[in-house]
């Protein structure tokens, strides 16, 4: 029977040294895959067939936007490689911050300053995405993309009716009547609401400026193109949002045309996402580990599903330039 239960111990010390050496070895990769990450991200020609190879760089937008320095950075190799000879930008976007997306904007126009650069608008390009696309000198569009949404707006939530229900009254001390406001838990003030309104008009006067100096739309179709309305990229051609029905082929078509690239070289993706969390090896690698520990399922489901983009907009702050019709339009 002692023999039995020493068996069992050593059994159960046995497991626990393997996994042990599992977790350690997972731990190892994963760090090795990162320090390599790591290196190859200050190399200027990082996402393409190597040093001096000529090549059509892929820039890829998708989701809502924000600011993003480490994006803002990879663009700024992008302006400077020796391989890209011209650059096509893919754009999926409903829009985000007017700040994040001004932000974009600016650092594609130093990337289209120094190379020739099209925009492909795959399933929209609106509000936010829209800034972003007139970076480019040529913007590309399926017939049934969704472009415009040109507009800013401001929301924030009003539960005052809601407290007064429940009996809770915040108390608070500022020091002026326009601090912090709004505020949700409170009525709107008239001073606050114009105040508020002063600034969504003042970014919606920027952004028809940009759309009429970009675009070349000045007169009754700038109203028309700016009320807030969404429009199919047929419709976009014929309002001059949009140069042309097409795909990428279409782009590479342009540029081989318009500015003389060979329209024989590699298109290749340029990495705009450099942030080591967003790198899919450590997804792999947390899962791994995970696995290695006997928490796989959670991992594959936190891995797997969109719970976190769910909250993405509930977390954009300030003024938006985005388009999401369950809610505004």
């Given at each position: 029977m002692s023999l039995d239960a020493d068996a069992l111990v050593d059994r159960r010390r046995m497991r626990?040294?393997?996994?042990?050496?599992?977790?350690?070895?997972?731990?190892?990769?994963?760090?090795?895959?990162?320090?390599?990450?790591?290196?190859?991200?200050?190399?200027?020609?990082?996402?393409?067939?190597?040093?001096?190879?000529?090549?059509?760089?892929?820039v890829s937008i998708k989701g809502v936007i924000r600011n993003d320095q480490d994006r803002v950075e990879a663009l700024e190799r992008l302006a400077k490689s020796r391989a890209a000879r011209a650059v096509i930008v893919h754009i999926d976007s409903p829009g985000g911050t007017t700040a994040g997306s001004e932000q974009l904007h600016t650092a594609l126009r130093k990337v289209a300053?120094?190379?020739?650069?099209?925009?492909v608008v795959?399933?929209?390009?609106?509000?936010?995405?829209?800034?972003?696309?007139?970076?480019?000198?040529?913007?590309?569009?399926?017939?049934?993309?969704?472009?415009?949404?040109?507009?800013?707006?401001?929301?924030?939530?009003?539960?005052?009716d809601l407290m007064k229900t429940i009996g809770i009254k915040l108390e608070e001390v500022k020091s002026s009547p326009?601090?912090?406001?709004?505020?949700?838990?409170?009525?709107?003030?008239?001073?606050?609401?114009?105040?508020?309104?002063?600034?969504?008009?003042?970014s919606y006067d920027w952004f028809r400026g940009m759309v009429k100096e970009r675009r070349g739309i000045d007169g009754e179709l700038l109203a028309r193109v700016t009320d807030g309305r969404v429009f199919?990229?047929?419709?976009?051609?014929?309002?001059?949002?949009?140069?042309?029905?097409?795909?990428?082929?279409?782009?590479?078509?342009?540029?081989?045309?318009?500015?003389?690239?060979?329209?024989?070289?590699?298109?290749?993706?340029?990495?705009?996402e450099a942030r080591l969390g967003d790198l899919s090896f450590l997804?792999?690698?947390?899962?791994?580990?995970?696995?290695?520990?006997?928490?796989?399922?959670?991992?594959?489901?936190?891995?797997?599903?969109?719970?976190?983009?769910?909250?993405?907009?509930?977390?954009?702050?300030?003024l938006l330039a985005l388009w999401h019709p369950a809610a505004s339009d």
């Open positions: 626990r040294k393997l996994t042990f050496w599992r977790v350690l070895a997972v731990l190892v990769a994963v760090a090795g895959v990162v320090a390599v990450a790591t290196a190859l991200r200050g190399r200027a020609d990082l996402g393409f067939g190597g040093p001096g190879s000529a090549q059509i760089a892929r300053e120094t190379k020739p650069t099209v925009v795959d399933g929209m390009a609106a509000s936010g995405g829209y800034i972003a696309a007139m970076a480019a000198d040529h913007i590309v569009a399926q017939g049934n993309s969704i472009v415009g949404s040109i507009g800013v707006l401001f929301q924030y939530p009003n539960v005052a326009l601090k912090a406001a709004p505020n949700g838990f409170e009525p709107t003030s008239p001073e606050a609401r114009a105040a508020i309104a002063a600034l969504v008009a003042d199919t990229g047929r419709q976009g051609v014929e309002l001059k949002l949009v140069d042309a029905i097409g795909t990428e082929e279409t782009a590479v078509a342009w540029l081989a045309k318009q500015k003389g690239i060979d329209p024989k070289l590699p298109v290749r993706d340029w990495k705009l997804h792999l690698g947390s899962t791994a580990l995970a696995e290695a520990v006997g928490l796989g399922p959670l991992a594959r489901a936190l891995v797997g599903t969109g719970t976190i983009q769910s909250f993405e907009r509930l977390s954009l702050d300030g």
